[in-house]
C-alpha cells in the first residue's frame, strides 16, 4: 500500500490505518458490545502484516482499556507502527466519561497512555474533541509543552472546526485534524478541507463506512442483535427515518457499482472518502482479522467518473426525502 505524507510533518503514512475503536469493547458510554482481547491483538498483527503502518487509538476506548490491549499486541513484534492517541475525555470513578482540557489533567493523560502503550514517544498526540470550549487554548498549550518535552512527536486535533482551528494555529501549529468523514457525513467538505490544504494540515477521516452501514452487513434483524451497551443502538443513523434511506442507497446504487468494479461494499466507501486529494487517509475499523482484510483493498480502489456521478446523484436524493420528509 502506498503512503502520503501528514499535512507538514515527517510521518508517511498508509492511505488507510487501524481504527480500534470497536477493540475497546463494552461497558462504557460509546462502546461497541463485548470483544475478545485476544481476537483484538490478532487484528492488529493482521493489519500490521498486510502494510498498514499505523494504529489510531484513545485512551477514552473502553476506558483506557484499548490502549492497553494495543499495548500488549505492539509489545510482540520488533517493528512498531505509527502510534496515534488522543486526550481529553477522562471518566470518574463510575467509568463516566467527561470532557476536560485543563492543562494537569492532560499531563497525567499523557504519562498514562504512554504506560498502557509500551511507548516511549507519541508520534501523533490529538485533542479528542473541542470541549469544554473555554478550555482549548489551555490544553492546546499543555499538547505542546509535551511535544517540546518529547513526549510526542506531532500534534493534532479531533472534530475541530475552522474556526477553533484559527484559535490554536498561533500556540503551536496543527499537524492533522480528524474529522467524520462518509457519504452519509459530509460537514468537512464544506470549508475543513480547503482549510487544511491551505494550511498543509493533513486529514484523517475517520468512520468512512459510518460504523458499518456502508458495508451491506447491517440489516434490521442484525441491529435488532446488537448488544445492549453498543452505542449504536442510539445512533440517529441506525434509528428510522435515516435507517431505511440509509438501506436503499447501499442497495439501490452502492452495492451495484461495487459488484461492477469486483469491490466490496466497504472498499467502496473508504475509496469514495480517498477520491479528495485533501484527505491524507482513512481510519478504518475492525474488530477482528477478517474484516481488515475485507476493507485493506479500499486503500487502492479507485472509483470513476460516472460512478461517481451516480454515488453523487444518489446522496442528492436521498437528502431531499429527508428534507421533504
Not at 54 to 75: F, N
Not at 121 to 150: C, F, K, N, T
Amino acid at each position: 500500500m502506498s503512503t502520503r505524507k501528514l499535512g507538514w510533518t515527517d510521518l508517511e503514512i498508509t492511505s488507510i490505518g487501524l481504527g480500534t475503536w470497536a477493540i475497546g469493547g463494552g461497558g462504557w458510554a460509546f462502546g461497541w458490545g463485548p470483544q475478545d482481547d485476544q481476537i483484538s491483538i490478532q487484528t492488529v498483527h493482521r493489519a500490521l502484516d498486510l502494510g498498514v503502518n499505523w494504529i489510531d487509538t484513545a485512551p477514552a476506548y473502553g476506558l483506557g482499556h484499548c490502549e492497553e490491549v494495543v499495548g500488549t499486541a505492539l509489545k510482540t513484534i520488533s517493528l512498531k507502527p505509527i502510534v496515534a492517541t488522543k486526550c481529553g475525555r477522562s471518566w470518574d470513578g463510575n467509568g463516566k466519561l467527561f470532557p476536560s482540557l485543563r492543562k494537569k489533567v492532560i499531563q497525567h493523560e499523557i504519562d498514562a497512555s504512554l504506560k498502557r502503550l509500551h511507548l516511549d514517544v507519541i508520534d501523533l498526540y490529538q485533542m479528542h474533541w473541542p470541549q469544554p470550549e473555554e478550555e482549548i487554548e489551555e490544553g492546546w498549550d499543555a499538547v505542546a509543552e509535551s511535544v517540546r518535552a518529547g513526549k510526542v512527536r506531532y500534534a493534532g486535533v479531533c472534530n475541530f472546526n475552522v474556526a477553533q482551528l484559527r484559535r490554536i494555529q498561533p500556540i503551536h501549529r496543527v499537524a492533522s485534524v480528524q474529522p467524520p468523514y462518509s457519504m452519509l457525513v459530509r460537514g468537512a467538505e464544506n470549508d475543513l478541507l480547503l482549510f487544511c490544504s491551505e494550511h498543509n494540515i493533513g486529514i484523517v477521516a475517520y468512520s468512512p463506512m459510518q460504523k458499518g452501514l456502508l458495508t451491506g452487513k447491517v440489516t434490521s434483524q442484525r441491529v435488532s442483535e446488537f448488544a445492549e451497551d453498543d452505542h449504536r443502538r442510539r445512533d440517529p443513523q441506525f434509528l428510522e427515518p435515516l435507517f431505511s434511506a440509509n438501506l436503499k442507497l447501499v442497495d439501490e446504487t452502492l452495492r451495484p457499482i461495487a459488484e461492477k468494479n469486483e469491490l466490496s461494499l466497504s472498499q467502496l466507501a473508504i475509496a469514495w472518502v480517498l477520491r479528495r486529494s485533501e484527505v491524507t487517509a482513512a481510519i478504518v475499523g475492525a474488530r477482528k482479522p477478517s474484516q481488515i482484510e475485507e476493507t485493506f483493498g479500499g486503500g487502492t480502489a479507485k472509483i470513476t467518473s460516472d460512478d461517481l456521478a451516480a454515488i453523487e446523484q444518489a446522496l442528492a436524493e436521498r437528502e431531499k426525502t429527508q428534507q421533504t420528509g
